[in-house]
Structures are given as structure tokens and as C-alpha cells.
């Protein structure tokens, strides 16, 4: 079963990785009217929220940037974000998924 879960997580972290790369870093930071999050905000959530998930890390990480949790962890928005991370490359959370996934090894 566990092998199943983690085969299945490497799956769709594949295609949301996919799709993630294509979403353009101006596209990426706009925050649409009556919304409190950004796309970028989604990829971090994703990716931090999942890891919880799978690892068990409900407040805590060795995966992943310590400031994830801070930045996109459950109950934030950009709105809070005490720095320009606007401009942060979400690319960089695309490699951080890779990592995570090589980690595991879960093969996409």
C-alpha cells in the first residue's frame, strides 16, 4: 500500500509540476480579485501541505525551505508575506518538488 501511495504522489506531483512550468512568473504572481492567494501561493501550499502529508512533518520539514511552512503553510496569504517574495522564482519550487520526489524515490 505504501509503495501505491508513494507511486501515485510521484504521478501527480509529475503533472503538476508540468503544468507548473508553463505558467509564466507574471501570470504566476497575480492576484485575482475576491482571492487571497497568488498562483505562486498555490505552488508553495502545494508542495508544503503535501509534504506534510506524505512525511508526517505537521510543523516541520527537512525537505523544503524552514520558511515554506511561515510563507504557505495553512491559514496564510501573500497579503501577510513580510518580504518581496513576489518576486521570488517559482521555479525554484518547481526544483524543490524534484527534490522531494528524488528523496522518496518515487520515479515519474
Known amino acids: 500500500m505504501t509503495n501505491l501511495v508513494f507511486k501515485e504522489f510521484g504521478m501527480t506531483r509529475g503533472y503538476f509540476i508540468?503544468?507548473?512550468?508553463s505558467v509564466s512568473k507574471e501570470i504566476a504572481n497575480v492576484q485575482p480579485?475576491?482571492?487571497n492567494n497568488t498562483i505562486q501561493w498555490h505552488i508553495g501550499h502545494v508542495l508544503t501541505v503535501t509534504e506534510q502529508f506524505m512525511f508526517s512533518f505537521a510543523h516541520k520539514t527537512t525537505h523544503l525551505p524552514a520558511i515554506y511552512i511561515e510563507l504557505f503553510g495553512n491559514g496564510t496569504k501573500p497579503a501577510d508575506w513580510k518580504d518581496d517574495v513576489h518576486e521570488a522564482?517559482?521555479?525554484g519550487r518547481i526544483q524543490a518538488m524534484k527534490s522531494v520526489i528524488e528523496h522518496t524515490g518515487v520515479k515519474n
Not at 508540468?18 to 512550468?21: A, D, G, L, M, Y
Request: glycine share 10%.
Open 18 to 21: 508540468k503544468n507548473v512550468e
Open 33 to 35: 480579485d475576491g482571492f
Open 89 to 91: 522564482n517559482h521555479l
